[in-house]
């Protein structure tokens, strides 16, 4: 449960967002009370959610009076992930996010590894610095590569996607399927991250790529229990190259599709302060070929991803601090070593 709490606190957004929602500016934003916003929420979680425990998620919104009674966005959060743990509300997310950290580079023992931390991609500019810092890392290393995606608690699918393109094969990546059955396509494409709608791929940033594919290269994944949302579907995507193996141990398990609405209430009743929060709600379970679960399918409702090469030891200790990347364990290492100097790059 604590490890849940924590992820809820560093986790915006699971994966690719489904666009049922759109962000708009707070200019143009409409204030709401929190009260109002979390029975939208709670009706939108009915109509649309995957709700893992249905009789919990019953029974604790009839206490809540269907969301009228909620008072704070913790509360709502805590109700939220009684429907699903993908789920969340997050306060302040203005602040929260306002610096982020960016991908950074470093060569041990002759492995370039290439540390790439969680990122919810809320400001423009630190978006397009996140993907192209993860871009000329990759473009100006020589020889294999190690990608630490431990201690990656998620956020934003696309910058690390788009920032990861020249070693991901264009295409579809994997497919989201709403709780009615409803299917969507993820693909890279020259654009980036988009999804299939209406007959053509949308791409929400475009940053475009403009490095050349890497597609012969080796790389090293290392992922562990931490690796969790947005993490887990940049794996996924990864996978798409045969050059790619996993090491480590199973990820988090945070994978399912996401929408998120921005809503904007005051602080409290007498107060004139208003916070910018962010409603996460779960709406889709994930198919993907590239990777499998502890079942051996392909199919993923918050199940883990396994890695193609377990470790003997969690590749991160983490502590207190669920984000932390560093340093690797040297028995991990030893095991990528020896991956790079086989022959052949095909798992």
Not at 17 to 45: D, R
Request: hydrophobic fraction near 40%.
């Amino acid at each position: 449960m604590k490890r849940l709490v924590q992820y809820a606190k560093v986790a915006i957004s699971a994966c690719f967002v489904f666009l049922l929602f759109s962000y708009v500016s707070v200019q143009n934003g409409n204030i709401t009370t929190i009260q109002e916003s979390a029975v939208e929420v709670v009706a939108y979680m009915n109509m649309n959610g995957i709700i893992n425990h249905p009789a919990e998620w019953r029974k604790a919104v009839d206490a809540v009076n269907q969301g009228r009674s909620i008072k704070s966005i913790p509360q709502l959060n805590s109700l939220l992930k009684i429907a699903n743990k993908h789920s969340s509300a997050i306060p302040s997310v203005n602040q929260q996010y306002a610096v982020e950290k960016m991908p950074t580079k470093r060569s041990v023992d002759g492995l370039t590894i290439i540390n790439i931390p969680s990122f919810h991609g809320l400001d423009k500019p630190q978006k397009r610095k996140y993907i192209s810092t993860l871009a000329s890392d990759v473009e100006n290393t020589r020889g294999p590569i190690v990608l630490n995606l431990a201690g990656n608690t998620g956020g934003d699918t696309e910058s690390m996607i788009d920032g990861l393109a020249a070693l991901i094969p264009n295409g579809l990546l994997w497919t989201e399927v709403a709780k009615k059955g409803k299917q969507y396509r993820v693909s890279l494409t020259k654009d980036g991250l988009g999804r299939l709608m209406g007959g053509s791929v949308k791409n929400t940033f475009k940053m475009g790529q403009t490095e050349k594919k890497k597609l012969t290269t080796k790389v090293a994944v290392i992922m562990d229990n931490w690796s969790a949302s947005a993490a887990e579907f940049t794996i996924m995507a990864l996978k798409k190259n045969p050059h790619v193996k996993l090491f480590g141990v199973p990820s988090a398990g945070f994978t399912s599709a996401n929408t998120s609405k921005m809503f904007y209430s005051p602080l409290s009743e007498n107060s004139w302060a208003i916070d910018t929060w962010v409603a996460v709600c779960t709406v889709g379970t994930v198919k993907c070929d590239q990777v499998a679960n502890a079942m051996g399918t392909h199919v993923f409702s918050n199940t883990p991803i396994v890695p193609d090469v377990w470790t003997a030891r969690a590749p991160v200790v983490h502590t207190d601090n669920p984000q932390k990347q560093w340093p690797i364990d040297e028995t991990v290492l030893t095991q990528v070593r020896n991956w790079f100097a086989e022959k052949s790059a095909l798992r």
